[in-house]
C-alpha cells in the first residue's frame, strides 16, 4: 500500500471539491482553494520522494497550472482530465508519467467503447495508461461514473470487468463518488471489492479522514489497494496532518 498525492485544479487554482457537486451549471460545493500554486505542491511531493500521483483537470482553464506542475516534478505525477489520443502523447511531453482518461471511453448512450480504448493504448502504451473508474453504488452493485461524475453510464465495476477492461499490465484510480470530499469515512465495500478482486495497480480515494482510515484500507484491501488523500489533509484545510501520512507511507516501503 502506497500513498499517491493528488492535485486538484478547478479554474487554474488548487482546490478540493466534493466531487458529485461538480456540475456544468452551477456553483460547485469547494470545501479548500489554497493560495499556493500547482507546482509548490508538485515540488513538495517531489521532495517527499511520493510517487505515483495526479494532478487533476477538473473542466477548462487548468493547463497551464498543470504544466507548471508537471514541471516542477518531471515523471512524477500522472495527468487527467480531458485526455484523448490527440492530446496524450503532448501530456507525456510535458513531463506527465501516465495519463489517466475516462469520458473518452464512452460513447454518448453510457456504452464503453473498446475501439477507444485500443486507440489510447496503440498511442501511449498500456503502461503509460491509467483508466479512471470512478464508482457510484447503484442497487447494490457499482458502475462508472463519468463526464465529471455527471454521467452514470452502463459500465459494470466487478472483478470480471476489471479484467476485461484492464488486465494485469493496467493501472486504474478509482474515487468513491458517494462519500468522495466529504470526509465521512471510507466506502469499505468497494475497497473490499478492490483488494479482492481488481487485477492490476489501483488506487483509491473517496472519504478518509484520518490514520485509522488508512489502515483499514491496508487492512480491507489485502495491501494491495493504494490511496489518495485529499481534503482531510492539513494543507487543504483538514486535520489529518500531511507528514504524518508521509511518515505512514515510509513505514510502508521499509516493510
Given at each position: 500500500?502506497?500513498?499517491?498525492?493528488?492535485?486538484?485544479?478547478?479554474?487554474?487554482?488548487?482546490?478540493?471539491?466534493?466531487?458529485?457537486?461538480?456540475?456544468?451549471?452551477?456553483?460547485?460545493?469547494?470545501?479548500?482553494?489554497?493560495?499556493?500554486?500547482?507546482?509548490?505542491?508538485?515540488?513538495?511531493?517531489?521532495?517527499?520522494?511520493?510517487?505515483?500521483g495526479h494532478v487533476i483537470m477538473l473542466g477548462?482553464?487548468?493547463?497551464?497550472?498543470?504544466?507548471?506542475?508537471?514541471?516542477?516534478?518531471?515523471?512524477?505525477?500522472?495527468?487527467?482530465?480531458?485526455?484523448?489520443?490527440?492530446?496524450?502523447?503532448?501530456?507525456?511531453e510535458y513531463g506527465a508519467s501516465k495519463v489517466?482518461?475516462?469520458?473518452?471511453?464512452?460513447?454518448?448512450?453510457?456504452?464503453?467503447?473498446?475501439?477507444?480504448?485500443?486507440?489510447?493504448?496503440?498511442?501511449?502504451?498500456?503502461?503509460?495508461?491509467?483508466?479512471?473508474?470512478?464508482?457510484?453504488?447503484?442497487?447494490?452493485?457499482?458502475?462508472?461514473?463519468?463526464?465529471?461524475?455527471?454521467?452514470?453510464?452502463?459500465?459494470?465495476?466487478?472483478?470480471?470487468?476489471?479484467?476485461?477492461?484492464?488486465?494485469?499490465?493496467?493501472?486504474?484510480?478509482?474515487?468513491?463518488?458517494?462519500?468522495?470530499?466529504?470526509?465521512?469515512?471510507?466506502?469499505?465495500?468497494?475497497?473490499?471489492?478492490?483488494?479482492?478482486?481488481?487485477?492490476?495497480?489501483?488506487?483509491?480515494?473517496?472519504?478518509?479522514?484520518?490514520?485509522?482510515?488508512?489502515?483499514?484500507?491496508?487492512?480491507?484491501?489485502?495491501?494491495?489497494?493504494?490511496?489518495?488523500?485529499?481534503?482531510?489533509?492539513?494543507?487543504?484545510?483538514?486535520?489529518?496532518?500531511?507528514?504524518?501520512?508521509?511518515?505512514?507511507?515510509?513505514?510502508?516501503?521499509?516493510?
Open positions: 500500500m502506497r500513498f499517491r498525492p493528488c492535485i486538484d485544479l478547478h479554474e487554474g487554482c488548487v482546490k478540493q471539491i466534493v466531487g458529485s457537486s461538480l456540475r456544468d451549471s452551477g456553483q460547485a460545493n469547494i470545501n479548500f482553494a489554497a493560495t499556493e500554486s500547482a507546482e509548490y505542491f508538485a515540488d513538495m511531493y517531489r521532495r517527499d520522494g511520493l510517487v505515483g477548462p482553464g487548468n493547463e497551464d497550472a498543470a504544466k507548471k506542475a508537471l514541471q516542477a516534478y518531471p515523471d512524477g505525477l500522472q495527468i487527467g482530465g480531458g485526455i484523448n489520443p490527440e492530446n496524450a502523447v503532448k501530456w507525456l489517466i482518461v475516462t469520458s473518452y471511453l464512452f460513447d454518448a448512450n453510457g456504452i464503453f467503447c473498446y475501439p477507444r480504448l485500443e486507440e489510447l493504448i496503440d498511442v501511449v502504451g498500456i503502461e503509460r495508461l491509467v483508466l479512471d473508474l470512478s464508482c457510484i453504488a447503484v442497487d447494490g452493485d457499482y458502475y462508472v461514473a463519468a463526464n465529471r461524475w455527471q454521467t452514470v453510464t452502463k459500465q459494470k465495476v466487478d472483478g470480471e470487468s476489471l479484467m476485461e477492461l484492464v488486465g494485469e499490465d493496467g493501472e486504474i484510480l478509482v474515487h468513491a463518488v458517494d462519500v468522495e470530499g466529504k470526509q465521512q469515512g471510507i466506502d469499505e465495500k468497494l475497497v473490499v471489492l478492490l483488494g479482492e478482486e481488481c487485477p492490476c495497480c489501483v488506487t483509491y480515494a473517496g472519504g478518509i479522514r484520518s490514520l485509522a482510515d488508512l489502515e483499514k484500507i491496508d487492512k480491507l484491501g489485502n495491501g494491495r489497494v493504494d490511496v489518495t488523500v485529499g481534503s482531510a489533509l492539513d494543507i487543504f484545510g483538514g486535520n489529518l496532518s500531511y507528514n504524518e501520512v508521509v511518515n505512514f507511507d515510509r513505514e510502508r516501503r521499509k516493510g
